[in-house]
Structures are given as structure tokens and as C-alpha cells.
């Protein structure tokens, strides 16, 4: 067992039972007392854990609050389970190997694998990677050569571009690369699954990632925005959410510059998200799939958008409801 487990185990036991034996320690680990007495002084005297010896007891204890470890084991738990659950999707399952999964179940601790056995985490639905493509993308930002890319918009009309690799993100569960493209001469969004072939080329790249005036533009350009949409200048958008969708978004967090106003109104408490967006699409997506309980509010043409969308599943299901009486007249 690494000292990285006896630590965690000699610091859950001072904080959860409130003392520890080197002997216990010694016998759980089948090491030698010698060496959890020295893992004791790494705690004491690296890590400025505040522990005091009782010699009468022959026990170790903190003499003050230790919170450095504190949920260690529960962290481990909690990454363990994500890492199972990225492996059982299609997506990652040609990423993860049996190495990386038997490290990771390693790294929890023995009292805590039974924990981890009964905790899943179910990855949301996802596109499977091409191999070919991604590899392609990590040798070009390993070798810092630009690539040659065939790419299929969303109106399914093909183009060939030469771009730069920036980042490789994955949002949603769905793979995105974010690119200077050479041709337009900005940082762009490419999404991974309509990339129809890709090459790397000769030609080194323009812009260096060890520039740090570049490197914090990408930055810049990539946490500009509520979403995957990015590029462009950011506004402020309002959605008021009610009932269920309060609920559910209290505990969420939908951006890390969002701001929340709750209110009274005739009908209930509200409460007001307000983030920024570069393109509105995959906002309003998330706030019609709240149903009723969600309203676009600012600015106007947000909120036109959503009254659009709106008249047109109320038109939909009249449609349908006229079919139906068709069908089935009385």
C-alpha cells in the first residue's frame, strides 16, 4: 500500500474516532511500526497537521481541526464512479483502458471500494468518437502543424478548411474543437462529429500556444458565453423559471458569471437567471424543455424568439388535435 493510503487512513481515523495507534496502523497496512511513525512526522511536519501524541494510551490525535483531507475518501468515490461511467459509454469506451480503470479503483482506499461498487453515474447521451479524427487533432496540437479539415455544417453543406487546433472540448457529452481558422481568420467552433476527414499538414502553426497573450485570447474566447456557442460579443440574457424548474436550478450551476434574483409575483415565487450568451439556440432549448415553468424575459428579441418557438408547438398541437377529430369524428 502506497504512504498516500496510510495518510488518508491514519487522518480519517483521528477525525472520525478521534485517535489512532501506530500498531493498528501497522497491522491494517503490514508494515512496520518504524514506518507509521515516519508517515506520523510527514503529517506533523509537511503537512502541518496539528497531531499530539498521548504516551500514556500510546495514541495519536489532532489537538485542533485538520481539514485538509476532509473528504478525501469521498472525493475518490465520487471521481472513481465518474471515470466507470465515462467507460461504459460508446463514447469513451476506446479511450479508457483496463490500466487506467484498475488505477483509479486502486486509488480508493479498501473501507470505501465496497462504497464505490454501489455508486453510478450514468454519462449523458453522447456521439461516438471517430479514433481517426481525434488522433488527428492531438498530433496536430502535439506537433503544432495546422489541419487540413472537410467539414458539414448544419444545413449539411461541406466545406474544406485549414485550421489550428486551440482545445478540445467535450460539453453535453458531445466532442467540440475550438480552432483559428486560417481562411476566416478567427477562432471558431467545429463540432467534432461533422468533421468529415482531417489531415495534418506540413505547415507549422501561426499562433503559438507558449504565447501567453494567445494563450490567454483562447482562454478569453472559450468561457465567453453561456454554452457551447462562442465567438462574437456576449449579452445578457434573463430567463425567470418557476415551480419545478426553480427548484431544479437552484441547485444548479449554469455559468460560472450567472446571477440570481428571486421575486413575488401574482402567481408565485420566481426567480430570475440571468447569463451571457454569444448565440441563444442552446439557451432556449434548455428553457422549453422546462415547459411552462420557464419564461425568456431580456432583451426583447430573446424574448420574441421564445414567443416564436412557443406559437409554434401551440400550432403543432392543434394540428395535431385537428387531425385527431378528423380521424375520430363524433
Not at 31 to 43: F, G, T
Not at 52 to 63: F, L, P, V
Not at 231 to 241: A, E, I, N, Q, W
Not at 315 to 329: F, I, T
Amino acid at each position: 500500500m502506497s504512504q498516500t493510503e496510510r495518510i488518508a487512513y491514519l487522518d480519517r481515523r483521528m477525525r472520525e474516532r478521534g485517535w489512532v495507534t501506530a500498531a493498528e496502523v501497522a497491522d491494517h497496512f503490514e508494515v512496520s511500526s518504524r514506518q507509521v511513525k515516519r508517515d506520523i512526522e510527514y503529517l506533523r511536519w509537511r503537512l502541518d497537521a496539528p497531531i499530539a501524541y498521548d504516551g500514556g494510551k500510546r495514541r495519536y490525535r489532532y489537538e485542533k481541526p485538520f481539514i485538509q483531507f476532509r473528504f478525501a475518501d469521498e472525493r475518490k468515490v465520487l471521481f472513481s464512479a465518474l471515470v466507470k461511467g465515462w467507460a461504459a459509454s460508446e463514447a469513451y469506451q476506446p479511450l479508457v483502458t483496463a490500466e487506467i480503470l484498475a488505477g483509479i479503483e486502486a486509488a480508493v482506499s479498501k473501507e470505501y471500494r465496497s462504497v464505490a461498487d454501489r455508486i453510478r453515474y450514468e454519462a449523458p447521451s453522447s456521439e461516438a468518437v471517430d479514433l481517426e479524427v481525434f488522433a488527428g487533432l492531438c498530433r496536430g496540437m502535439r506537433d503544432d502543424r495546422s489541419l487540413d479539415l472537410e467539414y458539414v455544417n448544419l444545413q449539411g453543406e461541406a466545406s474544406k478548411r485549414r485550421v489550428e487546433a486551440q482545445r478540445l472540448v467535450n460539453y453535453g457529452g458531445v466532442w467540440y474543437l475550438i480552432a483559428w481558422d486560417q481562411l476566416r481568420e478567427g477562432l471558431r467552433t467545429f463540432h467534432l462529429g461533422r468533421i468529415r476527414s482531417l489531415a495534418v499538414s506540413a505547415q507549422p502553426n501561426v499562433h503559438d500556444e507558449k504565447n501567453p497573450a494567445w494563450k490567454a485570447e483562447v482562454e478569453a474566447w472559450t468561457a465567453s458565453g453561456f454554452g457551447i456557442f462562442r465567438g462574437g460579443k456576449p449579452f445578457l440574457t434573463t430567463v425567470r423559471l418557476r415551480g419545478a424548474a426553480l427548484r431544479l436550478a437552484e441547485s444548479q450551476r449554469w455559468h460560472q458569471d450567472q446571477s440570481d434574483t428571486p421575486g413575488t409575483d401574482n402567481e408565485g415565487a420566481f426567480l430570475d437567471r440571468s447569463v451571457s450568451v454569444v448565440d441563444t439556440r442552446e439557451l432556449l432549448g434548455r428553457i422549453l424543455a422546462f415547459g411552462g415553468d420557464a419564461e425568456a424575459v431580456s432583451p426583447p428579441p430573446f424574448r420574441a424568439q421564445w414567443e416564436g418557438e412557443v406559437r409554434k408547438l401551440f400550432a403543432r398541437l392543434n394540428r395535431g388535435y385537428l387531425q385527431s377529430r378528423s380521424v375520430h369524428p363524433k
